[in-house]
């Protein structure tokens, strides 16, 4: 009996003395969304090498855990680090070292801030992006003649928002081979009275000699876009369309530990050589880097005309946009891609583009299971097609509806807008839906993409009762579209997108409850404080 009495007193003895487990970091008195699958809610959790090793209550956290660094969050909400599932991390970066024509009201604007960017640069050619047609009051596409007259000597070309139409001067367009007789492939020169205008249309593009961008620039650029990222709460972006070049640079910056975001590189298809060297070269994966996708341009944008759509633009006779390449060409790029491991992922805007594209996918798929190929912005989709999304990833980006939704029914008619932005119907298809922001086509806040997914409206309350509603997402649907799902449309949701013991410490601390808060106060949702690995870096 005694010898009984003693083990028991021995084991609570034990028990008492137990020991916490030391931890890196402890975040207490947390209104925390975890999105794993039960959607839980809870309210501390412990870090340690990078991960979460213990989720649960305060007072859990605090009885078996100690740590030097503890935060009392006073009950801010935290959420897993943000992902935006299709954006131009690279582009924007390069984009901070040139003009930013982002919101002008019209043409005349576009040209001051030419003027004022080369009093301040005097550049000897002359860039930017973001200039669109649709904001001004007269919605045409504008001409260079006064930029001829502004600027005669040095060359300028400026990009529209959606990347797919350029404004180029005479200087410019006498460094090319460009005439008013040059026909083009997959884009478009605009003429006006037989003569040229300045604007060409996606594949037109190409014919301007942009000058390189060195390797200084390019390192400037990446960490221009990591800093603006984090501060909205980024902790991995898809960088939709980069070369090999850049992956490697993106590579050696992760690797000495001066560049930190964690980038989903889709690998552009455009050059077969990029093709053929990382599909022999295999996929690469590291903490913060993952090589496995190759991004396909299937049209151009909607705003240009540029967009494949079945039937003509009902605001341009006999005009129905273009496909980049042709049909043959996408089934060769998808059947090479579909014998290997990597991921196909294709910018498909109007009707047309979307059906080529999933029936190509289909096509060279078969029966494969989980692919997780995915259509990059799905924007029109013909009634028909939406059953094609069933094994397909939807990849979107909300604020492109509330950005079009002014003048988008111009475009296309009241019949094709019924499969528009249709969100809630895609979801319903596959089951998940990833959302991105487009940016810098967009601007970069994620939070502006959670309030055009659910609310439908933009920041002036328009329209009353919202766009579309019945293709608005809930709050739980948006939230798990910008952390979980997008992980699983990169084959990484075992190690990122939801606050779970095992996962990366990738979580944003918020000034507000989004999930709870008045849908018109949305927008002014900010990161106080951004985690990555479990450290803070904003």
């Not at 070292?97 to 550049?123: H, P, R």
Request: charged share 25%; aromatic share 10%.
């Amino acid at each position: 009996m005694k010898k009984i009495i003693f083990l028991f007193s021995l084991s609570i003895a034990l028990t008492c003395c137990k020991k916490q487990q030391k931890a890196d970091t402890i975040i207490i008195n947390a209104n925390i969304y975890t999105v794993n699958d039960h959607f839980e809610k809870a309210s501390a959790f412990a870090i340690k090498d990078g991960k979460f090793i213990a989720v649960g209550t305060s007072e859990e956290i605090k009885k078996n855990y100690d740590a030097l660094t503890i935060v009392d969050a006073k009950n801010k909400t935290i959420i897993p680090g943000l992902i935006d599932a299709h954006c131009h991390f690279y582009r924007m970066g390069l984009q901070q070292q040139k003009v930013d024509l982002m919101g002008t009201k019209s043409y005349d604007e576009v040209l001051q801030k030419l003027i004022a960017f080369q009093k301040e640069k005097n550049s000897t050619f002359i860039t930017g992006r973001g200039w669109d047609q649709n904001d001004w009051v007269v919605k045409e596409f504008p001409t260079k003649k006064k930029l001829d007259s502004l600027f005669p000597t040095i060359p300028v070309a400026i990009g529209r928002v959606d990347g797919h139409a350029l404004l180029v001067n005479q200087a410019a367009i006498n460094l090319s081979k460009i005439t008013k007789d040059t026909k083009v492939s997959g884009g478009e020169i605009i003429l006006k009275d037989g003569e040229l205008t300045g604007v060409l249309i996606d594949a037109a593009m190409d014919f301007i000699p942009f000058p390189e961008t060195t390797k200084e620039e390019a390192i400037l650029g990446l960490l221009d876009a990591q800093k603006i990222s984090f501060s909205y709460g980024l902790t991995t972006v898809d960088d939709a369309g980069i070369d090999q070049q850049v992956i490697e640079l993106i590579d050696s910056l992760q690797q000495d530990g001066s560049l930190k975001m964690r980038i989903y590189a889709m690998i552009s298809g455009d050059k077969q050589a990029q093709i053929d060297y990382y599909i022999k070269k295999g996929k690469l994966k590291t903490d913060r880097l993952n090589v496995r996708s190759f991004k396909v341009y299937g049209d151009g944008a909607l705003g240009s005309r540029g967009a494949a759509m079945r039937k003509p633009y009902t605001d341009r006779d006999n005009h129905f946009g273009a496909l980049i390449y042709s049909p043959e060409r996408y089934q060769e790029i998808a059947k090479q891609i579909a014998a290997s491991d990597f991921q196909m992922n294709t910018h498909a805007i109007g009707d047309s583009a979307n059906t080529w594209l999933l029936k190509t996918y289909k096509e060279v798929l078969k029966d494969a299971k989980n692919r997780r190929w995915r259509i990059e912005h799905a924007q029109i989709i013909a009634p028909e097609d939406f059953d094609l999304f069933d094994n397909i990833i939807p990849s979107v980006q909300p604020t492109h509806a509330t950005s079009d939704m002014y003048w988008a029914k111009d475009r296309i008619g009241t019949k094709r807008m019924q499969g528009a932005y249709a969100y809630k119907d895609l979801l319903k298809k596959y089951g998940k839906i990833a959302l991105g922001t487009d940016f810098p086509v967009e601007q970069v806040n994620p939070f502006l993409t959670f309030y055009a997914a659910t609310i439908r409206k933009d920041i002036n309350n328009y329209p009353e009762n919202g766009f579309q509603m019945e293709n608005a997402l809930t709050r739980e649907e948006t939230l798990k579209g910008m952390t979980i799902w997008a992980a699983y449309s990169n084959f990484e949701e075992q190690e990122k997108g939801s606050i779970e013991i095992g996962k990366f410490a990738d979580f944003v601390i918020l000034n507000q409850d989004i999930m709870k808060v008045e849908g018109d106060k949305i927008p002014k949702t900010k990161a106080v404080e951004t985690y990555l690995n479990g450290e803070k870096v904003y």
